[in-house]
């Protein structure tokens, strides 16, 4: 079995994220990609993580708000119980963040 090799930042990359292109869909993305001088993962890490996007608040929206609200409602819930103290926090508000900037946006 090969060693586990760390990025950059000291983390261990092995989750793998793949998805369908046409040909000039993907044509323009490695275009895009050389004329980065980043490697093709770093490019769409960068561009999926680091830009805005704009989500309209709508029934569904909604509904998966309330969805992760009550989940995360759950678990802390049970944390006060087992008065858990090695919990990864910084996971558990990701969702919180992102739902209170949507909800900020539709104000």
Same mark, same amino acid.
């Given at each position: 079995m090969s060693e586990k090799r760390l990025d950059a930042k000291n983390r261990w990359r092995n989750v793998v994220v793949a998805f369908r292109m046409s040909p000039e869909e993907a044509q323009e993305l490695?275009?895009?990609?050389?004329?980065?001088?980043?490697?093709?993962?770093?490019?769409?890490? =960068?561009? *999926?993580l680091k830009h805005e996007v704009r989500v309209v608040a709508g029934k569904k929206v909604a509904r998966k708000?309330?969805?992760?609200?009550?989940?995360m409602l759950e678990e802390l819930q049970f944390l006060q119980?087992?008065?858990?103290s090695n919990i990864d926090f910084d996971e558990m508000?990701?969702?919180l963040k =992102?739902? *209170?900037?949507?909800?900020?946006?539709t104000d």
């Open positions: 490695n275009v895009k990609v050389a004329l980065s001088g980043l490697s093709k993962q770093d490019y769409i890490i =960068q561009c *999926l708000m309330e969805m992760y609200l009550e989940a119980d087992e008065n858990m508000l990701m969702p =992102q739902i *209170l900037t949507i909800l900020k946006e």
